[in-house]
């Protein structure tokens, strides 16, 4: 079993739509989760980080992390084509070198 | 200019040459970072470095080979390429800042590998 699972899609949404992102993982240790973003032929780029439980909030973007459920989630308000890229989600514990990275899920925002 | 650069950006090889993807950066960072990303598969680590005069092997290091020249500097080398090894390579870094930290990654453009 991979320590952090993740959906590949293609997810494919209108405009505008609201679009849920997500991440389910085994180590109960890790505390700190990330997303990031990949546009086509780029290297990865840091979206959004939550520290243990609870929310986050930046613009149209939502982080959520559900540690009893080892659950984390990304949503994206009012969807952009610009939006469209990869998604990854990355985690990491306390005092740990290594940031162990889902397999991203590709997201389509249709015009 | 860009902070993390990778040379080359696309290279295709035959099997049992050797090649050296070469990664250089520019925000001050310690440590470094070489993943190769395939499809299904994510990011996975090969080898990392927090200085100079640290190289650690990831999950999959078998096959390859690193060199951290300079803090700056931190090359990855194939020393007989196969057609497995046909992938994206990425370099990344991050800032140790002396206290617990997300380990935020910065990538380079990736450079894409074919082993024919």
């Known amino acids: 079993q991979k320590e952090v699972e993740q959906d590949p899609g293609p997810l494919s949404v209108p405009e505008g739509a609201i679009v849920s992102l997500n991440c389910t993982y085994s180590?109960?240790?890790?505390?700190?989760f990330m997303w990031y973003r990949q546009y086509s032929r780029k290297g990865p780029e840091l979206l959004m980080y939550?520290?243990?439980?609870g929310n986050k909030e930046d613009g149209r973007f939502t982080a959520q992390v559900d540690k009893s459920s080892k659950y984390i989630s990304l949503f994206i308000r009012d969807s952009q084509p610009s939006d469209s890229a990869t998604y990854l989600c990355?985690?990491?514990?306390?005092?740990?070198?290594?940031?162990?990275f889902g397999a991203g899920t590709r997201l389509f925002v249709k015009a | 200019d860009a902070d993390v650069t990778q040379t080359p950006r696309n290279r295709i090889t035959k099997t049992g040459k050797r090649i050296m993807l070469e990664c250089s950066q520019t925000?001050?960072?310690?440590?470094m970072y070489w993943y190769r990303q395939d499809p299904g598969l994510g990011l996975r680590l090969i080898y990392y470095?927090?200085?100079?005069?640290?190289?650690n092997k990831g999950e999959i290091s078998d096959g390859y080979s690193v060199s951290r020249q300079a803090q700056a500097k931190f090359s990855l080398s194939l020393e007989s390429a196969i057609p497995n090894q046909t992938a994206l390579y990425f370099c990344?870094?991050?800032?140790?800042?002396?206290?617990?930290?997300?380990?935020?990654?910065?990538f380079g453009p990736g450079t894409r590998l074919t082993v024919l």
């Open positions: 990344a870094t991050s800032g140790s800042e002396g206290r617990e930290s997300t380990d935020t990654q910065y």
């Open positions: 180590n109960s240790a890790f505390q700190y």
């Open positions: 939550t520290y243990s439980s």
């Open positions: 990355a985690m990491r514990s306390p005092g740990g070198f290594k940031t162990i």
């Open positions: 925000k001050g960072h310690d440590r």
């Open positions: 470095s927090f200085d100079v005069k640290d190289i």
